[in-house]
């Protein structure tokens, strides 16, 4: 069940020019128990002044709008809002656009034609301060930053960035999109443990959240691509 602060239904702005998206979605959202849509927008210009009016959790934002286009709107969110999660949709998993809403500040992203399930676990992900990346995205954000890619990977022996073969292990769970309780699980060790590892190999490879520790992981070839 998705709350907020004191059990309160996460708080979620829809942002996209096309209005049967923008209707569909929050209509969507609407027959999601613990979810509670608070406002639509229909470019980046209206979604910055629904988030400062409205103060909400997670916005759903359309990353091709009019006026304000959502890369730059989900970067000024960053800025003045850094607590408001921002799940960028997509129509396609475009390379370009997909990586630059990630540097922009975006910590989800969906296509949309997303389902209920799908548009709900990235909703709780994000505004729970994880990254939240639909598989079709994620192997297209892979072909991107190794597109991107001037030198070659380190040998198999030297981790990037000073990283332990513990802190890379760690890393390769978050992109696998485990949470921290999930990989003391698996590792089996403390959730204190796990957060002082996420801690020390976020400030070593200068992630600012695990959307960009994700795609620090592929780029640097430390998780194999999902499977189509």
Do not use: C, W
Not at 26 to 48: F, H, N, Q, R, S
Not at 114 to 128: K, L, T
């Amino acid at each position: 069940m998705s709350e907020g602060a004191a059990g309160a239904p996460l708080r979620v702005i829809v942002a996209d020019d096309q209005r049967v998206v923008r209707e569909g979605l929050t209509l969507m959202l609407e027959l999601i128990e613990g979810i509670e849509p608070v406002g639509a927008a229909a470019d980046g210009e209206e979604a910055l002044a629904m988030v400062a009016a409205e103060l909400p959790d997670v916005v759903l934002m359309d990353l091709r709008m009019p006026r304000l286009d959502g890369i730059e709107a989900t970067r000024r969110l960053a800025e003045t809002h850094p607590r408001v999660g921002v799940v960028a949709l997509t129509t396609y998993a475009d390379d370009e656009t997909v990586v630059a809403a990630l540097q922009a500040g975006a910590r989800g992203y969906l296509t949309k034609d997303a389902g209920a399930e799908q548009i709900q676990s990235a909703v709780e992900r994000v505004a729970a301060g994880e990254a939240a990346i639909d598989p079709a995205v994620q192997r297209q954000l892979l072909t991107a930053v190794r597109r991107g890619e001037d030198s070659p990977p380190p040998p198999d022996d030297e981790l990037p960035d000073g990283l332990t073969p513990r802190e890379a292990e760690v890393l390769e769970l978050i992109a696998a999109g485990l949470s921290n309780g999930e990989i003391a699980d698996r590792l089996v060790v403390s959730a204190a443990t796990v957060k002082s590892h996420v801690n020390h190999l976020f400030a070593k490879i200068g992630a600012r959240d695990r959307a960009q520790a994700v795609a620090y992981a592929y780029q640097h070839e430390l998780v194999a691509p999902s499977d189509p």
